[in-house]
């Protein structure tokens, strides 16, 4: 875990962000989207298969807002070994000295080595993390952060894989 946190302290730590925190309003020219494609190096494994060594991953975060104060966060990632995720959830967007930020947490549907069989004990995850943008252009961004991906639970089931990743973020 980043900065020596619990899983539980990390969560606590994004979840409070999210609730109570002032967050960006959706800019007043309509709603867009962010759309992020980019490349993760895996920094921890706890699972039980074989260690992904990289992940493909692609983000959407449209500016409308969920709930009135909350920004949906979309994933989806797959990695050298097989794995595959599908997430959605819920996040709140900061801008820090012209970065965006977006901590986000939410659910997560996940299947390690997809060629070795369905394993239906680990279908149920969660993805929690933080993303980072840096203005490139007028349309594209950096784009860097880093998630985690578990149920929660220190059991053969949980993924328990910390992702930092790196790419471009675009703006349509």
Do not use: C
Request: aromatic share 10%.
């Amino acid at each position: 875990m980043p900065l020596g946190l619990s899983y539980a302290e990390l969560i606590g730590a994004l979840g409070a962000t999210i609730l109570f925190a002032p967050g960006d309003l959706p800019p007043p020219d309509g709603a867009r989207m962010d759309v992020a494609v980019t490349l993760g190096s895996v920094t921890q494994y706890g699972g039980t298969g074989t260690e992904p060594d990289a992940f493909v991953i692609l983000t959407a975060r449209p500016d409308d807002l969920a709930f009135e104060r909350f920004r949906m966060v979309y994933g989806f990632g797959a990695s050298d070994q097989g794995d595959l995720f599908l997430s959605a959830g819920l996040g709140k967007t900061f801008t820090l000295s012209g970065a965006t930020v977006t901590p986000f947490v939410g659910p997560a549907l996940y299947q390690s080595d997809i060629g070795g069989g369905f394993d239906g004990g680990e279908l149920v995850q969660f993805r929690s993390g933080v993303d980072l943008t840096l203005p490139l252009t007028e349309g594209a961004d950096l784009s860097l952060g880093w998630f985690h991906l578990s149920n929660m639970r220190d059991n053969a089931d949980s993924a328990d894989t910390d992702v930092a990743h790196l790419g471009l973020n675009f703006r349509f």
